[in-house]
């Protein structure tokens, strides 16, 4: 075989042997080491691309060229009867064969070793923060992701997120799913990252995707439920309905979903009705509660305000809209902490009160307005005990509301329980893992809980998913203060975003060595924010040990119906006075407790 023995010859063949060894490696290397870094997996095809595609090429340079000790040369035809002889070059080639070989089976074996034990290293790693959602994998658990918005208008956006919600709320009604908050789902809106990556980060078996489109009098919704282990589509479909069918169309998707998860609808009274939706079946009503819904979400002040006006445009079409008059009242409360003050603020607190009257004389037992309700009672009325048992409720009627959860972790905190609410608190974010300031609470909980180093990592997750967040790097920095490093708070302080920044870096400079730059900070703080941040100067005087001010601060937080008064019991600076007999005075103004299991600072 004269053409096997001039390859063999021109060392065809150990070119081959040695492409396709140092192919393996690269491989290898992009397969387990590219992802570390967060490169995109097109990068590691291209890769696999690349090499199949250059091996062709590889063989004929191998052909026609001899790498000797001298450098490459041109191969000559072989004369007859030349006896063949070890060359230098096989002996190279053939020891980079080798070479290759051992690096890419040494990775090889490290990979498996890694992959075999990858719950070892996150618990010790980064085990505070997985807490909340490192418990394995239940098959019967969805993240629904936002369905495109397919129209091609911008404006159709709320639409298709209004369905993404329904679907969201709709699922978790039943039982045993669990069903991954719409803040968290909402975060891998157009990020182009596959369903492995989502399941891993959500905690979840399964996603729910698709697109929607509405046209006139017509609906396409066409959806796909993944598998997350391995990407396989489990089920799909399309829907083309009329507009006017769109409710039919809703608990037709929700029940298909179901049937291929296997699961049983709950029998509490608010899972037997669609709470979202008008109780006259008007589809103009339920427009203007999803664009509602849209503009709450996004929670500027002007945003705010269009969805006030949306509410109310869905309660005048159709007056008995419990859910519109809920939603309503619970954005005049959040524009009210957020952006006014004084009468303004006394103002929007009587909409939300009147609002919540008419939501509970038409729906006592919507699960949605006892969460309002408590929200009101404990930022506005000051009912803490109140805020309780509507949380409490609201958890009865809608077990699968982390949103009620949450809240109720944070009454109990208010009340001196902060023992019981850190688990509901973890509990809440089990079904919204990705809720940054659902971080940041836990890691307040967890500072006066004495358990620093959860309460850092807590804090960090939370600056992590939303850094331009107002007040998360202040939770950090109060971390470090109790954990009595202050550069740490300093460092975390100067990267506060907002007018939370003087308030942290007010908080910050109390324990370090810079006493004239601790007072200056308090000055500026007293000049420019005693309308807004009575509390927190209360804070920095409790840093500062000067209970008198400290004191008088905390009262004019009170008379100003500061919301931050809701974390006296759980904030570590202002304990510090818990044995004062102000303290307790103070207590009993407020509608508080003079008791609580958290720890002071010392």
């Not at 080491?33 to 090499?51: E, M, Q, T």
Request: hydrophobic share 50%; net charge negative; charged share 20%.
């Amino acid at each position: 075989m004269p053409l096997l023995s001039e390859l063999k010859r021109r060392n065809v063949l150990r070119a081959a042997a040695l492409y396709l060894a140092g192919a393996w490696l690269a491989v290898q290397i992009a397969t387990q080491v590219f992802p570390f870094f967060d490169i995109p997996n097109s990068i590691v095809r291209g890769v696999v691309v690349a090499l199949a595609v250059g091996f062709p090429f590889w063989l004929l340079l191998a052909w026609f060229y001899e790498l000797t000790p001298d450098g490459l040369r041109r191969e000559a035809p072989a004369a007859a009867e030349r006896p063949a002889a070890p060359r230098p070059s096989h002996r190279a080639v053939d020891a980079a064969i080798f070479g290759a070989l051992a690096a890419a089976v040494a990775l090889l074996v490290a990979g498996r070793a890694t992959t075999e034990r990858p719950a070892q290293r996150t618990a010790t790693a980064a085990q505070p923060v997985a807490a909340a959602t490192s418990a394995p994998v239940s098959d019967r658990s969805i993240a629904v992701l936002p369905l495109v918005n397919a129209s091609g208008h911008e404006d159709q956006q709320f639409f298709s997120d209004g369905l993404s919600e329904n679907l969201i709320i709709a699922l978790s009604k039943f039982d045993g799913l669990k069903v991954i908050g719409r803040n968290s789902s909402f975060q891998f809106r157009g990020a182009n990252v596959d369903a492995k990556t989502v399941g891993a980060k959500l905690g979840v078996a399964h996603v729910l995707e698709g697109s929607v489109q509405h046209a006139g009098d017509e609906v396409r919704i066409s959806t796909e439920l993944v598998r997350t282990e391995d990407g396989s589509t489990l089920w799909s479909q399309r829907y083309d309905r009329p507009y006017a069918d769109l409710f039919a169309l809703q608990d037709e998707i929700t029940q298909d979903v179901a049937a291929a998860l296997e699961a049983k609808l709950l029998t509490t009274a608010d899972a037997a009705q669609a709470a979202d939706r008008p109780p006259g079946g008007n589809l103009d009503a339920y427009n203007a509660y999803l664009q509602g819904l849209f503009h709450m979400k996004r929670a500027s002040e002007a945003d705010l305000r269009k969805a006030i006006d949306a509410f109310t445009q869905a309660t005048r079409l159709d007056a008995r809209y419990a859910a519109a008059w809920t939603q309503l009242a619970g954005t005049w409360i959040t524009l009210a902490i957020l952006n006014l003050a004084a009468d303004d603020a006394r103002e929007a607190h009587a909409q939300a009160r009147k609002a919540l009257d008419v939501a509970t004389a038409l729906a006592p037992d919507l699960a949605q307005l006892h969460t309002t309700r408590g929200y009101y009672l404990g930022a506005v009325e000051f009912d803490w005990l109140g805020a309780e048992a509507e949380y409490r409720r609201a958890t009865q009627l809608a077990p699968g509301d982390a949103t009620a959860r949450s809240g109720l972790a944070n009454a109990l905190a208010s009340l001196g329980r902060v023992g019981e609410a850190v688990p509901l608190a973890r509990s809440a974010l089990a079904d919204d893992p990705l809720h940054a300031s659902w971080w940041r609470l836990l890691g307040a909980y967890l500072v006066v809980t004495g358990r620093l180093d959860e309460a850092r990592d807590a804090a960090l997750k939370a600056v992590t998913l939303y850094p331009e967040s107002d007040s998360s790097y202040t939770q950090l920095a109060v971390v470090e203060i109790v954990r009595g490093d202050a550069a740490a708070a300093l460092a975390a302080a100067r990267k506060e975003p907002g007018h939370w920044r003087d308030i942290a870096l007010a908080l910050a400079a109390q324990i370090g060595p810079d006493r004239a730059a601790a007072t200056a900070s308090l000055e500026r703080l007293v000049a420019t924010q005693a309308d807004a941040a009575a509390l927190q100067i209360a804070e920095v005087y409790a840093l500062r040990r000067d209970a008198d001010r400290t004191f008088e601060w905390l009262h004019r937080a009170l008379d100003d119906r500061d919301p931050g008064v809701v974390q006296l019991l759980y904030d570590p600076f202002l304990l510090r006075y818990r044995d004062d007999a102000r303290f307790a005075a103070f207590c009993a103004q407020a509608g508080l407790p003079a008791t609580t299991d958290a720890r002071a600072l010392p």
